[in-house]
Each structure stands twice: as C-alpha cells, then as structure tokens.
C-alpha cells in the first residue's frame, strides 16, 4: 500500500482523454442512428414506425450495463471476439440512438403542423420537406435537450470500467486497489466528471434561457 500521489493524480486525470473519445464516439454515433430512428418514428409509413419503436424500447428499457455485457460476453460466444473498446463504442452508440431518437421524434413534431402543410402545398417531396422546412426548425428546439443529455452520455461511459476500459472510473479503480485510500481517489474522479459535464449543463440551460426569450418577443 502507498500514499495518494501527483503520479496518481495525473493518471487518473490522463484518463480523461479515453472518457472524452468514448463520449464523442458514442455521441458522433448514436446522433446518426437517432437521426434514423426520430425520422422513422414520423414517417407514414408503417414498417419503419414499427421497427424503429421497437429498437427505442428494447435500448431504453434495458440497463446500458446489461447491454454492454450482452455485447462484449455474449458476442465471443456466437464467435465474434470484440475488444473492450469496441464492446463500449457499440453499445454507446446504440444506447445513445435510441435516446436521442426519441427527444428528436418529439422535436420534429413539436413543429407547428402548418409549416407541414405549407411545405406539402408548395408541391416539396418527403425528403426535401424534412431538409428545408421541418428539420432546420427542429434542430432549434432540439439544441437544448440534446446538450443536456451529453452530460449523460459522458455519464454513461464509467460503465465501461466494468469490461476493462480505462477511462475515469476504470483509472480510479486501479489507483484505489494500490492505495487503499477511496475516499480520495473516487473524490478526485467525481470532481473530473464534474468538470467536464458542468460547462455543458451550463451550455444547455444558457440555450433554453435564450430561447425562451426569443419567444417572449
């Protein structure tokens, strides 16, 4: 057993490099398969509505930590080994997409149904009425909510200690089994969680207040 150290300090803080690219990846990655669903879930067409509502409620509800075991446990079983890296990405883009894909479903059709019906009036096909009209003022009422829940994506990737990544979390567990000393350790890894999803919940809460001025004008 050893003392609590800059050394210690640093490699946990280092860590926060893997936490930032995991985030990012599960971000990047669940806001294409969000986009997919949220479009699926308000077309007309009944197939896709289907499929899509049925991916959102399997991710949503089951524990994101039952899904990364699925993935990195259940996978080599079937004969496809996955690193943990690609077990973590994996799971937190699926995770991610379904979330995001349901705040973006509610987004798109917060949209006031006249700007559908004008846009169908002036003769534009389904996918030239998404690009130009609904979704540029969707995405406006989307920013905020979809801010906010990076802090929770950020969140989520301390999950992925638990398959053997090393990330925030991972790097405290390391230096706690060799100093003993959780009550240091786990307090300077929930101070980096908290610099890094703070900024962000301050960005979310600056964009809802600027908007909700915009509309009292």
């Given at each position: ?137 969707a995405f406006k009422i989307a ?75």
């Amino acid at each position: 057993m050893r003392t609590f150290g800059l050394n210690d300090l640093w490699f946990i803080a280092a860590a926060a490099q893997w936490t930032i690219a995991l985030s990012l990846i599960a971000f990047i990655g669940g806001a294409a398969v969000g986009l997919l669903l949220a479009l699926a879930r308000t077309s007309d067409k009944p197939l896709p509505m289907a499929v899509a509502g049925a991916f959102i409620q399997v991710f949503q509800g089951t524990p994101l930590l039952l899904q990364l075991f699925l993935i990195f446990f259940g996978l080599p079983v079937l004969g496809l080994e996955v690193s943990p890296w690609v077990a973590a990405g994996t799971a937190l883009v699926l995770n991610t997409g379904a979330f995001l894909g349901e705040i973006w479903r509610g987004c798109i059709q917060a949209v006031p149904r006249g700007q559908w019906e004008a846009a169908e009036a002036l003769g534009l096909h389904y996918v030239a009425r998404m690009r130009r009209v609904v979704l540029p003022q969707a995405f406006k009422i989307a920013l905020p909510p979809t801010v906010g829940y990076m802090v929770q994506v950020i969140k989520g990737t301390s999950l992925a200690a638990i398959i053997g990544f090393t990330e925030i979390t991972r790097a405290g567990q390391i230096i706690n089994n060799a100093t003993f000393q959780p009550l240091i350790v786990f307090s300077v890894v929930g101070a980096i969680y908290f610099l890094l999803c703070w900024p962000l919940s301050l960005w979310a809460g600056h964009i809802e207040r600027r908007q909700a001025l915009a509309l009292q004008r």
